[in-house]
């Protein structure tokens, strides 16, 4: 489940202390209101295929929840604006199928207005972008930017548009259905295939896919732009949810295919098609073969597939070439489950691939022929994933300070020892994009109180490039506080937990109040030294009078093997013991903390772990507030919930039944507040109304806020306002004297 991680800092300090002067008040007004308190942040940012400019979407000086695209000239040069919605639509407003808004859903896109985009051909001279169900290409022309709509038939919206590397072509799906089309004047799309729409579609991520293997798109293009990689998915076996899209004046019925844990799953199809004719060859897979994670073609025009069996227990690279049947070109097993990864880079010295076999995940070289495997790096933590190679060298992200930093390291592709690039420091988080000949690369370097900044710097010697961006608002760093780190111990007794603590400021008198917050599940983490978006929020509470600690528990990201595998067959079990054991040592640690006015807020698998928190007659919390969460795992979808509980067995498997909430409701003895959208595809709406019924007939009190329309997200400045609103009435009634 790639859970909301909104609302959870995922960043922390710059160790440097500020200037000891009076704290400006803030308000939760401020908080939600535009511009942001971080600045109108780039997001989608890319280097041109021929390193001329740097491309990324911006928020309207208008409306920071609406997208424009923006580019800047790699060489310093002012960034400017290339189109917004607002110049194409006429005032139009903008239209998005329910499919379409689920894409953006799974992606975590909340905004409105250009949401996506692409460099089209290897000239930059050209971006393609989908809007309003129509496809636009904008062209960089001597006289400034021009946008044109392509002339294509109205009708169902036009998907995933994506041009053939060339440029001289597209595709995009329409109606289930994949389409190209020439880029020539007069010319008209050519269908490739005919049995799209219903249950059945060509050329896009299904749900389980998108949102939890993170493959956000179902065909790529060949090198040489004459076939596509398509994918077939026929949803006609998944069950079929109705969603109540409550809003405040009307009830939408909506149907969705969702696989619930045990039940069946999507069957996925994969076929390389010719993009003249559309004829097309299946990529035959095995029985076992039960997710495709990741495809794609190699150079000398092999497609190949990534394709896990249903336990995920076993990832497979499998290439496809013509006259010859599939074979196996590696294979990676984990008797828990195998993580999917995106490192897979075709190098002269092999493929470049990344594996846990080790303990803790690591860079290797795959030999395409014979499938042996040399080992490439030695990092002392985890590395986070490959950024580029050539040739000479390779350049990636490894974790740091047991995965609180994340640095960016070169190092040759024949071996040796890795060095961090230039810039390297404490306390930091780095992550970077390449150029296309890995000689350059988009470096976003983050810290606590200091938004993201992007810069183009070479690999190796010579001059970085700051490209601009937004200043963020004088106040943030005058209510920014570094935090007190903490020794906190895992309820094992010797694991090394991390831990962030901030203070109340201003004067408060007695013990302090604290509000804890944690996510507690698989494949994130929370505190570590990027920029965390919450900041205003925990400054806000620390103005208030609360003490705020964020905590990651065993189970959770960034750390090796041994730590990351401990939801094994158990959620409700490992992270709760560690969140209470945390709870329990921090009065020690942080003088003036009230140990009996603890509360805790989540969100997603954090609500989950909030609702769970106070479900349990041993509970250190005071209060708790628990936002979309899930509350029976039979109702999440298979692939998340089954990496990590197996098979539900009609929900009586042991790992289901002790994380089942409804049945728990007797325990509750302290006030909890339960909050979640009526349109939330990811953890359905039902989550909570089991766990609301089920509260009821045991006669427990407890406070309910629902956001009619709302998704996962519980997205847009009122709707989040009144949010914090609510948390914030439901402490102070809970946690202050």
């Known amino acids: ?84 919605a607002a110049d194409l639509l006429g005032g139009a407003e903008q239209k998005l199928s329910e499919a379409e808004k689920m894409a953006l859903e799974r992606q975590r896109i909340s905004q409105r207005g250009i949401t996506g985009y692409q460099w089209c051909g290897s000239d930059d001279s050209a971006l393609l972008f989908p809007l309003s169900g129509d496809l636009y290409i904008v062209r960089l022309t001597s006289a400034g930017p ?93 069950a079929v949810k109705t969603r109540a899209q409550i809003f405040a004046d009307r009830t939408d019925m909506t149907q969705q295919r969702y696989p619930a844990a045990g039940a069946a799953n999507a069957s996925v199809t994969a076929f390389a098609i010719d993009a003249a004719t559309g004829e097309r060859r299946e990529l035959p897979l095995p029985a076992g073969a039960h997710y495709v994670a990741r495809a794609g073609w190699f150079a000398d025009g092999t497609p190949w597939l990534q394709w896990f069996t249903r336990d995920q227990t076993r990832l497979t690279l499998t290439e496809f070439k013509v006259g010859a049947g599939p074979r196996d070109i590696t294979t990676e097993t984990d008797p828990a489950w195998v993580e999917v990864h995106d490192d897979l880079v075709e190098t002269p010295r092999g493929l470049l691939w990344s594996s846990e076999a080790s303990g803790r995940r690591q860079l290797l070289l795959v030999n395409r022929a014979s499938g042996t495997r040399t080992p490439l790096t030695q990092s002392a933590e985890p590395v986070a994933h490959a950024v580029c190679a050539n040739a000479q060298q390779l350049v990636f992200a490894a974790y740091a300070d047991l ?67 937004d200043a963020p608002d004088p106040l943030l760093r005058r209510i920014t506080t570094p935090p007190q780190v903490l020794a906190i111990t895992a309820a094992d007794g010797s694991t090394p937990l991390n831990a962030f603590f901030f203070a109340a400021t201003g004067r408060h008198d007695g013990p302090r109040p604290v509000i804890v917050m944690a996510y507690g599940g698989p494949g994130a983490s929370t505190v570590n030294w990027g920029w965390g978006r919450d900041l205003p929020l925990i400054a806000y509470w620390q103005q208030r009078g609360y003490g705020v600690l964020t905590l990651d528990t065993r189970g959770m990201a960034h750390r090796d093997r041994a730590f990351t595998r401990a939801h094994s067959r158990a959620f409700g079990k490992t992270e709760v013991a560690d969140l209470f054991a945390a709870v329990r040592q921090l009065p020690a640690q942080v003088p003036g903390v009230d140990p009996a006015r603890i509360g805790f807020f989540g969100w997603s698998y954090g609500g989950f772990l909030g609702a769970r928190a106070v479900l349990d007659a041993d509970s250190p919390f005071a209060a708790s507030v628990a936002v979309a969460p899930v509350t029976d795992w039979t109702l999440y979808d298979t692939a998340y919930t089954e990496r990590y509980l197996g098979m539900p067995d009609g929900g009586k498997a042991a790992p289901y039944a002790s994380a089942d909430l409804p049945s728990r409701a007797a325990l509750l003895a302290k006030p909890l507040l339960l909050v979640h959208g009526t349109a939330d595809d990811n953890v359905l709406f039902e989550h909570t109304l089991r766990l609301v019924e089920a509260l009821q007939n045991a006669g427990k009190t407890f406070d309910l806020q629902i956001y009619p329309g709302k998704a996962h997200g519980i997205a847009g400045r009122a709707a989040r306002l009144h949010l914090y609103r609510t948390m914030d009435a439901f402490f102070e009634r809970h946690l202050k004297p």
């Open 146 to 238: 021009r946008a044109e709509k392509l002339p294509l038939a109205a009708g169902a919206p036009k998907q995933d548009p994506r041009c053939a590397p060339d440029g001289r072509s597209l595709a995009y799906v329409q109606g289930g259905n994949l389409f190209t089309l020439p880029l020539t004047a007069g010319a008209q799309p050519r269908q490739l295939t005919q049995d799209g729409g219903n249950t059945v579609g060509w050329g896009l991520a299904e749900f389980i896919a998108a949102e939890e293997l993170s493959r956000q798109r179902g065909y790529w293009w060949s090198k040489d732009g004459r076939q596509l990689l398509a994918l077939r998915v026929d949803e006609s076996g998944v």
């Open 403 to 469: 995965g609180k930093s994340q640095e960016l390291f070169v190092m040759p592709l024949a071996g040796g020892k890795a060095q961090p690039l230039a810039g390297a420091a404490a306390r930091q988080w780095r992550d970077a994009k390449a150029d296309v000949g890995c000689g350059r690369l988009l470096v976003t370097r983050s810290a606590w109180g200091e938004p993201p900044q992007f810069e183009l710097q070479p690999v190796g010697a010579g001059r970085a490039i700051a490209l601009a961006g």
């Open 1 to 84: 489940m790639k859970m909301l991680l909104t609302l959870l800092v995922s960043a922390c300090a710059t160790g440097a202390a500020l200037a000891q002067t009076p704290t400006p008040p803030l308000t939760l007004e401020r908080i939600t209101a535009d511009p942001p308190l971080a600045g109108r942040l780039p997001r989608q940012a890319e280097v041109s295929p021929g390193g001329r400019w740097v491309s990324f979407l911006r928020p309207s000086q208008a409306d920071s929840e609406v997208l424009e695209l923006w580019a800047q000239p790699a060489d310093g040069g002012e960034p400017r604006k290339l189109v917004g």
